[in-house]
């Protein structure tokens, strides 16, 4: 890596780097106490649009341990909300009126991000001028095919037969409307960019639930034609795919400097599906975190391991950090992992 670039940018690129970075998906929430104490006052929707408060609490877990990256606090549903869907939060995401109809697809407006979601973009800019300058940020969107999940299923499931089932009963429709949302989040995303991101995330959420197929026809698919895009922006791009044991060699010639992987698939076993040029991200179980401190240590210690000792690994939870979590434990995570990979073990 050139001197300095962020350890976690030059990860991001695959280039070798003193330590392990780390950052956690979810790191500024509900398990720290001073994040409660913001949203005591405020809905979840009023902080995620008041940019004042949606840097605070991006900031938050950056004064209180060294992570080596910040994520924007906002929500994967914020800029559907600015192409006119009406939603509630209850406390997951549940649409007003699903998307089942071709008309229905046909009246979803594009994003203008300057103007359907400047708050995003200001509380970007104020990040910006407040984070350390060695620690980069992280802008995200969800992926096309977790969104047309929540806007098909029109609440939170653990399948999403609405959604899944539209797919097979009018696969052209389902495909507009993945196109769609693939053109409305390179838009947001880029408009990140240009405010300051310098990286960029997708997050598919319930791409697990579909057959290899079917999800490199749609889900995929939608998910690559986002990220080529962006890829004249000159930033990380990363992609994380929740439940992707049987999907990762579909991966490998996404357009993505980074491949989020979550814990039930050891990261050698990735990295070899991959094959060379990408980076991997994760991916300890968020469950370990409740260990004691001993067992944590192991569990991160195997982690490293299995990352193999070569670049391009940025550590982090195979999912969101949970909400009763002890900060003490994020606070042991990463100095394990700073300290085991700096000193080149086990295998780091």
């Not at 979590?325 to 700073?338: F, G, M, S």
């Amino acid at each position: 890596m050139s001197s300095g670039t962020p350890v976690f940018l030059a990860a991001c690129r695959g280039e070798p780097v003193p330590y392990t970075p780390i950052w956690i998906m979810r790191q500024a929430g509900r398990y720290l106490p001073e994040y409660r104490a913001v949203r005591a006052k405020v809905s979840f929707e009023a902080l995620t649009r008041t940019p004042e408060l949606a840097a605070e609490v991006t900031l938050q877990p950056l004064r209180r341990f060294a992570l080596d990256a910040a994520i924007l606090f906002s929500d994967i549903m914020t800029p559907l909300q600015g192409m006119g869907i009406e939603l509630t939060f209850e406390p997951g995401p549940v649409v007003r009126e699903p998307i089942r109809t071709r008309a229905a697809i046909e009246a979803l407006r594009p994003l203008a991000p300057e103007q359907d979601v400047p708050f995003v973009l200001e509380t970007i800019r104020l990040i910006r001028a407040a984070a350390p300058r060695n620690v980069p940020l992280i802008g995200f969107a969800g992926a096309p095919f977790t969104l047309f999940c929540y806007l098909v299923g029109g609440r939170p499931s653990k399948e999403f037969e609405a959604a899944r089932a539209f797919l097979y009963s009018d696969p052209q429709a389902a495909v507009r409307l993945l196109d769609h949302l693939a053109d409305a989040m390179a838009a947001y995303l880029g408009a990140q960019a240009a405010a300051g991101a310098q990286a960029l995330m997708l997050f598919e959420s319930w791409g697990g639930l579909l057959a290899p197929p079917q999800f490199e026809h749609f889900a995929l698919a939608a998910a690559r034609r986002t990220l080529s895009a962006l890829r004249s922006r000159g930033v990380p791009l990363i992609y994380y795919l929740n439940q992707g044991s049987a999907l990762h060699e579909r991966l490998a010639a996404l357009e993505a400097d980074v491949i989020g992987v979550d814990w039930r698939s050891p990261l050698g076993t990735v990295r070899r599906v991959l094959g060379a040029g990408k980076a991997v991200q994760g991916n300890l179980d968020p469950a370990a975190l409740f260990a004691a401190p001993e067992v944590l240590e192991r569990e991160a210690e195997r982690v490293l391991r299995e990352a193999g000792g070569q670049p391009g690994h940025i550590f982090n939870l195979g999912h969101g950090i949970w909400p009763h979590t002890d900060p003490d434990a994020v606070a042991r995570l990463v100095d394990i992992v700073h300290e085991r990979s700096a000193r080149g073990e086990p295998g780091a």
